[in-house]
């Protein structure tokens, strides 16, 4: 998949966000709320932005609720429900009043971020995230966000391989289903 890489960047965050901050399930195990939100949150943003800063235990409880709505969004492609997902992201994009601006820092060329009006870190990431899958809904790659269909997983991807056949989280369920799938067939006669 061939984004720009800033829209990239903030679709991992959107994965990163959803993957760390929302429960469920992961890898066959149930998700225990995180002991450390604010150390959650900031995996998550640096899903996208490996540099990020640490963030605070406020911005983390407004980034979990960001994450919620989400997850949503995910949950509504792999139910192959785009329409609602369009929606989602839409009322997003309205709410947080997502808006452009070319930044240029950190050395980096000219760029383009998205923020809300509120003036907050979740703020700028809810309209940053919602833009990010806002760009992907709108392309031929809709269908390229995923909620993991390994068994007592609900982690989400991006699926940004050529053939975009993605059906898991990571490499760890893959193996697990793989395994799984082995033994089933050792036991048939
Ligand atoms: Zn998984």
């Known amino acids: 998949m061939d984004f720009n890489s800033h829209a990239d960047a903030i679709v991992r965050v959107a994965v990163g966000l959803v993957n760390e901050l929302t429960p ?15 150390a959650a949150a900031t995996e998550g943003l640096r899903a996208g932005y490996p540099g990020h800063r640490k963030v605070t235990a406020e911005e983390a409880r407004e980034l979990a609720g960001v994450a919620a709505r989400l997850r949503a969004v ?27 601006l070319l930044q240029r820092h950190d050395g980096e060329p000219w760029h383009l971020h998205f ?11 809810a309209a940053s995230c919602a833009t990010g899958l806002a760009i992907v809904l709108g392309s031929e790659f809709h269908d390229r966000l995923g909620v993991c269909t390994a068994p007592h997983c609900d982690r989400v991807y991006v699926d940004v391989s050529r053939n975009g056949t993605r059906r898991f989280c990571g490499t760890a369920c893959q193996n697990r289903v793989k395994t799984a799938a082995f033994r089933a067939r050792g036991r048939t006669p």
Do not use: I, K, S, Y
């Open 74 to 100: 995910f949950d509504a492609v792999a139910a192959e429900d785009v329409d609602e997902a369009a929606l989602r992201v839409n009322a997003l994009l309205e709410e947080t009043r997502a808006r452009p």
């Open 24 to 38: 469920g399930e992961r890898r066959g195990r149930n998700l225990p709320p995180p002991h450390d939100l604010a």
């Open 115 to 125: 923020h809300g009006t509120g003036g907050t870190a979740a703020e700028d990431w």
